[in-house]
Nanobody
Framework: QVQLVESGGGLVQAGGSLRLSCAAS????????MGWFRQAPGKEREFVSRITWSSGRTYYADSVKDRFTISRDNANNTVYLQMNSLKPEDTAVYYC???????????????WGQGTQVTVSS
């Protein structure tokens, strides 16, 4: 059974940084894509970033490009999202997810974590 556990969320002032972690277990993830999504109150879940586990290739939403960095730790089956220069509009619940294809469509991701709240104050 696949389990994804996010951590690292919290309250930070605008301009600050946070690093989210997603610990994955239950299978070998070398053939998968790991994604980060976020959902603000009253809004749809939106794609943030993804990384192909085997190649390490990354992709970012325009809204976070040059501010966020996704990375992986193969030995610990953990994916990270380093978030710098945070803005109030980054406030949301952040989710990690596992999928089979390189896409930003959340419907293509099969397994999801429980989410971690990120709040950026102005």
């Amino acid at each position: 059974q696949v389990q994804l556990v996010e951590s690292g969320g919290g309250l930070v002032q605008a301009g600050g940084s946070l690093r989210l972690s997603c610990a994955a277990s239950g299978r070998t993830f070398s053939n998968y894509v790991m994604g980060w999504f976020r959902q603000a109150p009253g809004k749809e879940r939106e794609f943030v970033s993804r990384i192909t586990w085997s190649s390490g290739r990354t992709y970012y939403a325009d809204s976070v490009k040059d501010r966020f960095t996704i990375s992986r730790d193969n030995a610990n089956n953990t994916v990270y999202l380093q978030m710098n220069s945070l803005k109030p509009e980054d406030t949301a619940v952040y989710y990690c997810a596992v999928g089979y294809v390189t896409t930003g469509n959340p419907n293509q991701y099969k397994y999801w974590g429980q989410g971690t709240q990120v709040t950026v104050s102005s």
